[in-house]
């Protein structure tokens, strides 16, 4: 299969803790990937690393071929790849503002960046919403902005953190198949989540993290039934890791 | 219905603005009008580096450059203040570019304690720099009346180049917070990453922000020391008058809006001018107590300054129009 984005060696020390050490993977184009791991495994930074908000200090990342390990992030999202953020913070502006805002990046004029952005909305189901300030609106509805904003730098990869994560069950629900629906659109997704049920109905292969390591990767039943990944959810000794 | 109101309504404000110094020859009322006016736009000038969050403290920098390359140009060298208009906004904006670089790399407090700073060497330069400044002395226009000048037997001209002044800047103001550049820097303002991650050269556009600001400011300085006929460094470089007083009008009008700095200069002239008046010769400073209570009250109980606390009530208005007409 043909992989989209390469990465290899990425390192990344805060001080002398190793937040990510020496990660190599591949996301392969078309697929849902999944990222899991416990609390400070560095899922995030690692979003960070390859979105390029922090400089690795170590390794490299290629998307296509094309080497971005030097590149600045607004060069990065040119190029394809796009994020959400855990923490939704919405711009001080309409929802359909907001989604403006990446799309002026591509298009000038404020007539076609609105247009655009309303097929965006649609996809995300915010169209009803457009004008209303993104604080009126609920958790779930304001993490769908995020995955709108994002798709509107037309990425070939996005990064989705935690786009579930504080919703209730029929939130999920409701959100979900979006994932599903961004990947069949032609968008490769890597993604992290808490939720297990949710990552392992949908993602066709997921990566493990731990204290800044990759430990294992696989199909999802393959990963759940990893010796090493049950030892870092659960806490036991097991010699083999 | 509702935009005709509002045309009507900017035509008759328009058309009083006009006619003002027809029916007042005061001198003194003139010349709060023309105040108010010169304040509304570097207002508006200072408040487009907001417009991405950065809040600066040294825009006396850019009303120096641009006062002192016009002055100099015409006491000199003889060259009209018409050409200077140019040579002062070029000038500030070399000023804009140099503090751009601490603009791009320091974040928060630290840049508007570097936009203070450069105000301040840049005062010190102008009053060691004596064969181009006269120092401390200062420069003094002479008074030789005419368009080519700059120069003005009564105040009605500069009354009427001032509003113009207000006018382009808040027009600017508008067409920049609704371009493309506008956007980049709201989104900047409110989360520097999310923006970078969204494909902005946040960089590039507090960049652009700053230059547009820094040229008008020194396009603006140029008529305002034609209009006072004085420059000196305490003046030209003056923190309290160039720096903290936008910044003080924009926080008080609103930060980062269109009409915030229009509201604020707009109150707090006149305010500034009376309590200088009257508290300043009862003792001096206590014209600064009443600024610092001021603005303590704002920040704490209308943060998003006055211009917030009427966006509700156009609100109301538009929803009171609709429920007048049922009755």
């Known amino acids: 299969m043909d992989d989209l984005l390469v990465v290899r060696n990425l390192t990344k020390n805060f001080g002398g803790l190793a937040a990510v050490s020496e990660v190599s993977f591949e996301v392969r184009r078309g697929e849902i990937l999944g990222l899991i791991g416990p609390n400070g495994a560095g899922k995030t930074t690692l979003f960070n690393l390859i979105s390029g908000l922090l400089a690795s200090n170590q390794g490299s990342i290629k998307l296509e071929g094309e080497d971005l390990t030097k590149m600045p992030p607004y060069r990065r999202s040119a190029m394809g790849v796009g994020r959400t953020f855990q923490v939704v913070r919405p711009f001080d502006m309409t929802v359909l503002e907001n989604v403006m805002v990446p799309i002026f990046a591509h298009y000038k004029s404020a007539k076609e960046a609105k247009g655009k952005a309303y097929e965006i909305l649609e996809m995300v189901r915010l169209e009803n919403m457009a004008d209303s300030m993104p604080s009126s ?26 786009v579930l994560a504080g919703l209730n069950p029929s939130e ?56 090493c990944v049950i030892t870092a959810y659960l806490g036991e000794e097991a010699p083999e890791c | 219905m509702r935009t005709n109101k509002i045309i009507v309504a900017a035509a008759i404000l328009a058309l009083g603005l006009l006619a003002v110094p027809l029916y007042f020859t005061s001198t003194f009322i003139l010349h709060m009008f023309t105040l108010v006016f010169f304040y509304i736009a570097l207002t508006a000038a200072w408040n487009i580096p907001a417009f991405g969050g950065k809040f600066s403290l040294g825009h006396a920098a850019f009303f120096g450059l641009g006062a002192y390359a016009a002055s100099i140009l015409y006491v000199k060298y003889g060259i009209s203040p018409l050409i200077g208009i140019f040579a002062g906004t070029v000038c500030a904006m070399l000023g804009g570019v140099i503090l751009s670089f601490p603009l791009i790399r320091l974040k928060g407090p630290f840049f508007t304690l570097a936009s203070i700073a450069f105000a301040e060497v840049l005062r010190m330069v102008a009053i060691d720099w004596r064969s181009m400044t006269n120092g401390s002395v200062g420069l003094n226009i002479p008074f030789k009346p005419g368009w080519l000048n700059l120069t003005f037997t009564s105040g009605m001209p500069f009354y009427y180049i001032a509003l113009g002044l207000a006018v382009l800047v808040i027009l600017l103001a508008w067409w920049i917070r609704s371009s493309a550049l506008g956007y980049h820097l709201r989104a900047a303002a409110a989360d520097e990453d999310a923006a970078k991650a969204l494909g902005i050269n946040t960089a590039k556009s507090h960049f652009f922000a700053l230059m547009w600001s820094s040229g008008l400011t020194g396009m603006i300085a140029v008529f305002y020391v034609f209009y006072n006929y004085v420059l000196e460094p305490g003046t030209a470089f003056s923190m309290d008058l160039f720096s903290l007083q936008p910044a003080m009008n924009g926080i008080i009008g609103g930060m980062g809006t269109v009409w915030g700095p229009v509201i604020g200069a707009i109150i707090m002239t006149p305010l500034g001018e009376f309590l200088r008046f009257y508290l300043g010769t009862i003792q001096q400073g206590l014209n600064f107590v009443v600024y610092g209570l001021m603005l303590i009250a704002v920040v704490n109980f209308v943060p998003g300054g006055i211009v917030s606390l009427m966006a509700p009530w156009f609100k109301k208005k538009k929803s009171g129009e609709s429920s007048a007409r049922d009755n």
């Open chain 1, 137 to 162: 609106l609920t958790l779930a509805q304001r993490k769908r902005i995020e995955v709108a904003r994002a798709l509107a730098t037309k990425p070939k990869l996005l990064l989705l953190d935690e």
């Open chain 1, 172 to 227: 999920v629900a409701e959100n979900l198949p979006l994932i599903r629906q961004v990947r069949d659109s032609g968008v490769t997704i890597l993604f992290i989540e808490h939720l297990m049920d949710a990552m392992m109905a949908i993602s066709e292969r997921v990566l493990v993290m731990d204290q800044g390591a990759l430990i294992a990767c696989g199909t999802p039943d393959e990963v759940t039934s990893d010796q």
